[in-house]
């Protein structure tokens, strides 16, 4: 059921609220930025993502393409989400799941996981190992 999280970087200066279910997936990808930051993530519509607090502290970072907003904490570094847009130009965010607040083991545990093989631009099939991602 969707639900309301509070996330957050690990200092507290960045703080957003977003509307998810993570039992209806999360997110992996192995991209050079997702595999280098062990990437785990839920995508959130634009209207169910609000910023609360930090928007002075992020940092933005892309690369190639350019699609995506790789945004960071200037203060403690941490990846609290990213933000792009899909083909149809809809902006969307992608929440790191490990900085959403009040989620126990086992929600993350029984959240199922999509994988990405974004290193070869493949949206269509999983790679074809993902057990190291
Ligand atoms: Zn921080």
Redesign the pocket.
Known sequence: MKRTYNG???????RFEADTDLAEGTFRCNCSICFKSRAWMAAVPANGFRLLA?EA?LRDYQFGPKRIHHLF??????RPFSQGQDPKGNKFYAVRVNCLEGVDAKELVDAPIKYFDMRHDNMKTPPAETRHL
């Open positions: 957050s970087c690990h200092c507290g200066a960045v930090g502290d904490c200037s203060a403690c570094g941490v």
